[in-house]
């Protein structure tokens, strides 16, 4: 617990470095299992190695994340509500996986839509952390966060996407939004809805994280009453099918929303994705400089409408071990390439591809 608290100070302070140094320290529990969320110590990594060059949108996500974990004897109350709220939506206890009632609450943590949104929204967890936790170092990094906490819930619908950008209709109004393609769009096809949060980053808007596919008849409920928006959930059958709770130890990236199964399946050219074996950051690398080759000199575009390409090519360039090989050995062939697929690619990736190319990222030691 004294380490517990320790890593969460340390993000609290805005140091993921050492944060990442004080899990890394505490090893494994008395049973050889990890202790800490896989994914936390992923975006950890990235913070502490290439913090300097996220837009403003990431060190928002990282609040956001951080908020979600802070345990505080105050927000007891709205956590049972938000986690009853979210199993009812279920069917129940009696109809979540799990090893035990332990394993079965913190899936629903991890992984459920609803919980996270009734927690950091409806329920003021997020404003909550911000004006009492989260310090100012850590704030100064990030966007307007009390517009961020009052972000609502709204219906969107797929129009197209592109390398860079992803642009949605909101049914509401008809209104355009275009955000930079961070992966929140990777299985969609023109056409489908969703339902998310928007919010603005420096001029213009993102998800505050993925937003949640749905049929077209939920996205229009949500679109008539946007406060809603559990109800419509509620009512739909096919939700535990899309937010499923089987997978514990994946979890969307904050920079890049997609779970390594998929990107690095996908970079790898491995069709089987239903598995995900170990790839060497030297494979990953060398997987990533090639399919960037193919998508600027082979593929003609349109981009597969069933699968982000491109995204899932970000979120490998944002990987910091990736990165890391890429820095000390891509080749000037190599290192020309990056140069052009920055101009394909939204940020952080973009920079990141820029500044290898240059050989001018600054790496943490």
Not at 308 to 324: F, G, I, K, Q, Y
Not at 346 to 355: D, F, H
Request: net charge negative; glycine share 6%.
């Amino acid at each position: 617990m004294s380490t517990l608290f320790s890593a969460d100070e340390a993000e609290r302070r805005g140091d993921a470095a050492g944060a990442l140094a004080q899990m890394r320290a505490a090893g494994k529990d008395d049973h050889g299992r990890p202790i800490w969320r896989p994914w936390r110590m992923q975006y950890l990594a990235q913070f502490a190695d290439l913090g300097p060059v996220l837009p403003r949108w990431a060190h928002s996500r990282w609040i956001v994340a951080q908020a979600a974990q802070w345990l505080d004897a105050d927000n007891r109350g709205i956590a049972r509500s938000a986690m009853q709220m979210a199993i009812d939506v279920r069917g129940g206890v009696q109809c979540l996986p799990g090893r035990d009632a332990a394993d079965r609450r913190a899936r629903v943590m991890d992984h459920d839509w609803i919980y996270r949104q009734l927690l950091l929204y409806d329920l003021g967890k997020l404003d909550r952390f911000c004006r009492r936790r989260a310090s100012p170092d850590l704030l100064a990094g990030a966007d307007d966060m009390e517009t961020w906490a009052r972000a609502p819930v709204d219906a969107y619908c797929l129009v197209e996407r592109h390398s860079v950008s992803v642009t949605w209709q909101r049914l509401r109004d008809g209104a355009l939004l275009r955000t930079p393609n961070a992966g929140c769009a990777p299985m969609l096809w023109p056409g489908d809805a969703v339902v998310g949060r928007a919010v603005t980053t420096e001029g213009e808007q993102i998800f505050e994280s993925a937003p949640l596919p749905v049929t077209h008849d939920v996205a229009h409920r949500v679109a008539e009453d946007p406060d809603s928006w559990l109800a419509a959930l509620g009512d739909w059958d096919l939700y535990r099918e899309v937010v499923p709770l089987i997978r514990p130890t994946e979890h969307d990236g904050l920079l890049v929303e997609l779970p390594p199964r998929i990107w690095q399946n996908v970079v790898c050219d491995q069709p089987d994705a239903s598995t995900l074996r170990s790839f060497s950051p030297a494979e990953l690398a060398q997987a990533a400089i090639g399919l960037g080759a193919f998508l600027l000199d082979e593929f003609e575009p349109p981009d597969f409408p069933h699968l982000d390409t491109w995204a899932c090519l970000a979120a490998a360039l944002v990987e910091p071990a990736v990165v890391r090989h890429l820095v000390a050995s891509t080749d000037a062939e190599g290192r020309a390439l990056l140069a052009r697929l920055s101009a394909h690619l939204s940020e952080p990736a973009g920079t990141v591809c820029r500044l290898v190319a240059e050989g001018d990222l600054p790496l943490a030691a």
